[in-house]
């Protein structure tokens, strides 16, 4: 069963690399790593080690802060949400864009600032990384909890001119993106961009708030 549900995790992955096939990378940052990608992740999780370890004395703000800088260079959110979106991408006009992107970038910063923000012995460990189609890279780690209970994430990153940049996470073999795609997509058939932007903006204030 392990097997078939690791097939299966593989197969998801690879057609999320195929529907990013052919996306500009000019949606890239203008300030990235040119670290290989087992350096982004290594990088992105010291970061996430230190808000845990300092996470009670920063307060959420300073997690904030403090996760912003390496969160911008480790992953691709602008083109995230435009993979998230789909075909809604195109509705929106330039000030759309502009702004779900902005408020994408800030929740995705709030979301971890507000759960990495306490430490009981958590390590990361790196295990492996294995090529994907079109200039992907699967970056297979672990993180071991203080029981000696380990969680499965692998960082899909993207090949960009300024570098790699994570375009996905599966946790526990569940897809992020794919999450966030259905809520989303569901949000704006039903209710609209503007229902869509204010369930953000609420997202980001109940993360200041645990």
């Given at each position: 069963m392990k097997a078939i549900h690791s097939i299966k995790s593989s197969l998801f992955i690879l057609a999320i690399a195929?529907?990013?096939?052919?996306?500009?990378?000019?949606?890239?940052?203008?300030?990235?790593?040119a670290d290989g990608p087992d350096e982004v992740i290594r990088n992105l999780q010291s970061i996430l080690l230190q808000s845990m370890r300092e996470g009670e004395e920063l307060g959420f703000q300073g997690r904030y802060d403090l996760l912003a800088p390496v969160?911008?260079?480790?992953?691709?959110?602008?083109?995230i949400i435009r993979?998230?979106?789909?075909?809604?991408?195109?509705?929106?006009?330039q000030d759309q864009q502009?702004?779900?992107?902005?408020?994408?970038n800030r929740l995705s910063i709030?979301?971890?600032?507000?759960?990495?923000?306490?430490?009981?012995?958590?390590?990361?460990?790196?295990?492996?990384?294995?090529?994907?189609?079109?200039?992907?890279?699967?970056?297979?780690?672990?993180?071991?909890?203080?029981d000696k209970n380990s969680v499965d994430l692998r960082y899909l990153l993207r090949q960009e001119d300024m570098?790699?940049?994570?375009?996905?996470?599966?946790?526990?073999?569940?897809?992020?993106?794919a999450i966030k795609r259905t809520e989303y997509r569901s949000i704006l058939q039903?209710?609209?961009?503007?229902?869509?932007?204010?369930?953000?903006?609420?997202?980001?204030?109940?993360?200041?708030?645990?």
């Open positions: 195929t529907l990013l096939q052919g996306m500009s990378p000019s949606w890239a940052e203008e300030t990235a790593p969160l911008n260079q480790s992953h691709n959110f602008k083109f993979t998230i979106l789909g075909t809604y991408w195109t509705e929106f006009n502009r702004e779900i992107s902005e408020i994408f709030a979301t971890y600032a507000s759960q990495f923000k306490a430490y009981s012995g958590e390590q990361f460990e790196i295990l492996e990384n294995r090529p994907f189609p079109q200039n992907h890279i699967e970056v297979r780690t672990q993180l071991i909890k203080s570098g790699w940049r994570i375009v996905n996470i599966v946790a526990k073999g569940v897809s992020e993106l039903r209710d609209g961009y503007h229902a869509l932007i204010e369930m953000l903006k609420e997202k980001i204030i109940e993360a200041e708030q645990i």
